[in-house]
């Protein structure tokens, strides 16, 4: 077998002679798609639309890694996102990853977040070198519940940007 490194995600990926099975396929699909968006990001002003991505494949998350200084917005609509995704996100984002400039962030459609996702990113963005900037988040169909909407509550006096 070939072993690739994916500098986007930080992974490893078995890469079979003669092109692997179908879930082997769709993570290089979704690795390239990620390439390529990380590649045009200059070109849209600080915008990472990763949207309708699959960043779930047989239960592996991918975690993104790096910093990105001029990150303004990251667009995470419908990609299969649950609360351990977030907790790898939350991850990525104390190791640096969307620098001290995001402003934005969207996670709408990530149905499988629910209660726990949502306070699990509420308390993970309170610490994040952006929670200052942050003016927008969105998190419609999130399957967020009464303890979800209290963890952003609470994280709001936190959060100023999102404040106004």
Known sequence: ??????H??????????????????????????VRKALGRLNERDGVLDLSYTA??????EFALSGTIFHLKKLDL???GLGPQGIGALIGAFGRGFGGPNLQALVLAHNYRLGDEGVATLMQGVVGCAFASQLEELGLGNTSCGDTGMEAIAKSLCL???LSR
């Open 1 to 6: 077998m070939a072993y690739t490194r994916n």
């Open 8 to 33: 986007a995600y930080g992974a490893v990926d078995e890469v079979p002679p003669g092109g692997g099975s179908a879930a082997q396929r769709e993570r290089a699909r979704t690795q390239d798609v």
């Open 55 to 60: 960043l779930v494949h047989q239960g592996k």
């Open 77 to 79: 609509t419908s990609c």
């Open 159 to 161: 959060l100023p940007g």
